[in-house]
Each structure stands twice: as C-alpha cells, then as structure tokens.
C-alpha cells in the first residue's frame, strides 16, 4: 500500500495527537493502578484492625470467664470447709451409726 504525499501530511500532523492522546491513557491507567493500591493498603490495614481487636475481645472475655469461675469455686469452697469444720474429718468417721439403748 502506498501513502500518497497529501495523506503523509495529515498523517505526521495525526501522530502528534495520537501520542498525546496514548500518553494520557497511560497517566490515567498508572493512576487509577495507584489508586487501587492505596485502597487495598487501607482494606488490610483496617482488617488487621479488626482482627487485633476481636482477639483482645476474646482474651478478655477468656479471662473474665475464668475469674468468673474461679470466684464461684471460691464461693462454694468456704461453705464446704465450715461443713467439714463442724462435721466429721474424714469419711471413715462418718460412716457409722450409734444406736444407744
């Protein structure tokens, strides 16, 4: 295919555009690409976040579960060592009848 002279002229004065028109494409696809990267840099970050947030949620509620715990085991504790203060020491006593006549 041949280029006639006429069109060669319009064609140089076309390439100028072109080129800039490429370049803007490129500038905007290089921004858009770094704009994708910002957001998912903040969508890991906030779901890091998260994350460390639920995990101190959860150790506290494991630790209030335990303390919970433990104040009824202490709770039940005094009432069996006042029972076994005013009853008998060992299981062997308290086995046993008395019959008097």
């Known amino acids: 295919m041949t ?13 100028g555009e072109v080129s800039r028109l490429q370049q803007a494409e490129q500038t905007q696809n290089s921004s858009r690409q770094q704009e994708n990267l910002q957001q998912l840099a903040q969508q890991t970050e906030t779901t890091s976040k998260m994350v460390n947030r639920n995990r101190e949620t959860e150790s506290k509620k494991v630790l209030r579960e335990k303390e919970e715990e433990e104040e009824a085991k202490n709770r039940k ?12 020491k060992s299981e062997e006593q308290a086995i046993g009848i008395d019959i008097i006549i």
């Open 77 to 88: 504790q005094p009432k069996r060592n006042k029972d076994n203060k005013n009853g008998p």
């Open 3 to 15: 280029i006639r002279s006429i069109d060669m002229q319009v064609l140089v004065q076309k390439v």
